[in-house]
């Protein structure tokens, strides 16, 4: 992406648009964010910040003026807790945005428009096993998603086919896996595992309490390849959905040691089956990338921690100081 451009990055006041919108300005280029709300623990680094409410068209028609490339990273989203219990909220809102924008991004002559899928697409069928087979593109049919928000970004990338299909408007797909780092939320029921548990661990002195028995498994990818990763697809002339995480799978347990090691803790698992864990395993597939790319995300699960849980260890700190 050496030519410069003028970029709206929406759900900027969130974790992924805000660290989106850093990178972007450091690259040159002119960026809009727009959100419900600013950023939490840093003012946006954005040229323009508008607090919009995305599931109005006429909002998506204001932030979409002027503006050549859209990443569309505005979600009614969170952790495994919230999404399994707010399926009809989840659900309205996101198909709103997703569709508001991809109209209002055409009409307003936006060259490329980048939707921010999920995992959670993948069927549920073919991830019954902590030791899951990696997940690729083309195992999300036949069509068994996660309820409400897995089954709304399905939907949103048929969509986006849609849009090429009828109108010759260019989409890009990309499917996170869990993406973690600093300057995310960490608690409130909207944080994702690695923030929930160095939430945890940085406040217990004996035990830890563990979704599940602690067996299902994950990948996770930090924030700075996320990032690399949206710009490349982004730049790439592939229309179809793309991985975008890592395929370093570890159990949830195996999570909580290599946090409870970087904070020198020596904790006691404590499980509780009755609270919700998603899916058995799932892991990432990242061959296609690769071979649409020229590359995948690189930092390890256990370099990425280290910033991840010092940060949330200061903030809980601080928290507790007032």
Known sequence: MNQKHRVLVTGA?????????KRLKADGHWVRGADLKSPEYEPSAADQFEVLDLRKSDNCLQATRNVDQVYNLAADMGGIGYITSSLAQISKNNILINAHMLDASRLNGVKRFLFSSSACVYAQYKQKNPEVTPLREEDAYPADPEPGYGWEKLFAE???RYYWKDHQFETRIVRFHNVYGTLGTYDGGKEKAPAAISRKVALATDEIEIWGDGEQTRSFMYIDDCVEG????????????LNLGTDEMVSINQLVDMISKIAGKNLVKRHDKTKPQGVRGRNSDNTLLEKVLGWSPSISLERGLVPTYKWIEKEVKKVALY
Do not use: A, N, T
Request: aromatic share 8%.
């Open 230 to 241: 949206l710009i490349r697809i982004m730049s790439s002339d592939y229309r179809e959905p």
């Open 158 to 160: 048929e969509l986006c």
């Open 13 to 21: 006041g969130g974790f992924i648009g805000h660290h989106l919108v």
